[in-house]
């Protein structure tokens, strides 16, 4: 299945951890919401080394969501564990939900920034709310901002950004806090090709800091250029799991 | 900083829907008011019972053509009596001086009444006034004894319009804070709605529950506390207004309600209405945040 890797955009080689943790665990999942006829996931087994860089792939409604979902302990599996960072997720108490949301970063589609406020201030948002003082966010903000790309920008509302721009404030935000995981649905959803390029370098540019990424996608075009692991899944089973993967 | 984060985001909160504001903290107002006044007419019948019970009589009124014999016999009967705590007799002179007393501004029923027409009586005071039946049955149809009358009775009928008009504030109360905490429940919905982007990246960063409910919670605990302080303003108004002015000639009847009345009835609508406003906003937000 395997084909020889195209280089791309020069995106380099994949990193191989030194060290296999198990940061995610999926065992034996299943999912049905209700009145739904068939379950959203079947009996889904995965497991994601730390510093992996992982695609889920599949049509629309075959249950990559609701993967995301579970790893952020909003939907809780009907059978089977979710273990994040060795944790058990189904068993979490919601009240520590806050606390354990602190170690997953989150990027959407739709970006979910504050439109009353500016690419720093959305960045500053998330740390003090998570009761980070503002002298912390000082040191911090402007240091993530410039690694996303986005030095000399800090000061420009979200409006004032282009989508690319405002995705890098939404990726500096999830990034800020240094987490071990990052989520990402669909993150170039919104995005042309281009600028969706831009922004998978810089997420393997985080991924290279070993943070465990993990992306849903339905950008063929992406996952071929990447060459990281893919996992296919189709009406909630999983059909492909595969190293260095292309869309297929 | 955090703390400066909340109270700004509080009064944000308050000033973002201004007018809602105001109508939550006008019925919060109205029923602790309402609260009060039933609480210090629940103090003021109280007070007032122990004082008159204290010196509550019943009155035993003799027969005109009593015989001393027969008198003699009721006054040893009584004051051997278990019930009675204290007798006095009032012949005939001594009641007339006490009708002249208490009459004294209608000179024209005093001239219509002689000394001699008086009846002379017994004055009782019971160990425990509510066992006036008792008594009453007892001595009824002793001989010599005319009448027997018990103040207690026409007291009770002025403490249940009293006690009627303190159920009557503590319905209003109770309706007024129906309508006041839909209105701090539909507060909380529109400020929950109008932050919903700001919740959304909370949660999503892992901002504890506290934080994200706080600024609600405590934006309706400043209403809840306004509307108290406005209450307490209320019956401030309403003791100038009613108590030491129109009212004033019942002073004698009611026992005074005083500054300290009014000022322990703050604490009182302070706590109500501060806790069922956060009660209120809380579990507004359990539905509205799902945190």
Avoid at chain 1, 53 to 76: D, N, Q, R, W
Avoid at chain 1, 161 to 190: C, K, M, W, Y
């Amino acid at each position: 299945m395997t084909r020889p890797a195209l280089g791309g955009v020069g995106l380099g080689s994949p990193v191989t951890p030194r060290r296999l943790t198990t940061v995610i665990q999926l065992e034996q999942v299943t999912k049905t919401y209700p009145k739904a006829s068939r379950p959203s996931l079947d009996n889904v087994s995965v497991s994601i080394e730390k510093g992996e860089f992982v695609f889920f792939i599949g049509p629309s409604g075959s249950g990559k969501s609701t993967i995301i979902k579970m790893l952020l302990h909003e939907v809780a599996p009907n059978k089977g564990r979710v273990l994040v960072n060795s944790k058990d997720v189904t068993a979490m108490r919601s009240w520590k939900r806050p606390h354990f949301r602190r170690s997953i970063g989150c990027v959407f589609q739709d970006f979910r920034l504050l439109p009353n406020r500016t690419a720093y201030e959305n960045v500053a948002f998330a740390l003090e709310v998570i009761g980070k003082t503002k002298a912390v966010a000082r040191r911090v903000v402007p240091e993530v901002l410039e690694l996303v790309g986005l030095g000399g920008k800090e000061h420009r509302y979200p409006h004032e950004l282009s989508g690319g721009e405002q995705q890098r404030v939404a990726v500096a935000r999830a990034f800020v806090n240094r987490p071990l995981i990052l989520l990402a649905d669909e993150p170039t959803g919104n995005l042309d090709p281009d600028t969706s390029i831009e922004i998978m370098r810089l997420l393997d540019r985080i991924n290279r800091t070993g943070t465990t990424v993990v992306m849903v996608t339905h950008d063929s075009n992406i996952v071929n250029q990447m060459r990281r692991r893919v996992v296919e899944i189709e009406s909630g089973r999983i059909v492909r799991d595969q190293a260095r993967g292309v869309y297929g | 900083m955090r703390l400066k984060y909340v109270l700004s985001e509080v009064l944000v909160g308050l000033w973002r829907n201004v007018t809602m504001t105001i109508a939550m903290i006008i019925t919060l107002a109205v029923s602790l008011t309402m609260l009060g006044a039933s609480g210090l007419m629940y103090r003021q019948v109280g007070d007032m019972k122990d004082l008159y019970y204290k010196n509550i009589e019943v009155s035993i009124f003799l027969d005109t053509q009593v015989s001393d014999q027969q008198r003699t016999d009721l006054d040893a009967k009584l004051k051997s009596d278990p019930l009675v705590r204290e007798v006095t007799y009032v012949n005939k002179d001594e009641a007339y001086k006490r009708f002249q007393e208490m009459f004294q501004d209608a000179p024209d029923l005093l001239s219509a009444v002689k000394a001699d027409s008086l009846p002379e009586s017994f004055r009782l005071k019971l160990v425990n006034p509510e066992q006036y039946k008792n008594i009453y049955d007892q001595y009824k149809d002793t001989a010599g004894v005319d009448e027997i009358v018990d103040q207690s009775r026409l007291l009770d009928k002025i403490f249940n319009v009293l006690t009627a008009i303190q159920n009557i504030a503590l319905a209003a109360a109770i309706v007024m804070a129906v309508a006041a905490l839909l209105l701090v429940a539909n507060t909380i919905q529109v400020a929950a709605y109008s932050k919903r982007r700001e919740v959304a990246v909370m949660k999503l960063v892992g901002a504890s529950n506290w934080f994200i409910q706080a600024p609600f919670v405590l934006e309706a605990v400043v209403a809840g506390l306004i509307g108290s302080l406005l209450g307490l303003v209320a019956l401030i108004a309403a003791k100038y207004l009613l108590f030491d002015g129109s009212l004033k000639a019942l002073q004698g009847l009611l026992s005074p309600v005083t500054w300290s009345d009014i000022l322990f009835m703050f604490p009182l609508m302070a706590g109500v209405g501060g806790l069922i406003s956060a009660a209120t906003a809380w579990i507004t937000l359990r539905f509205y945040l799902r945190v």
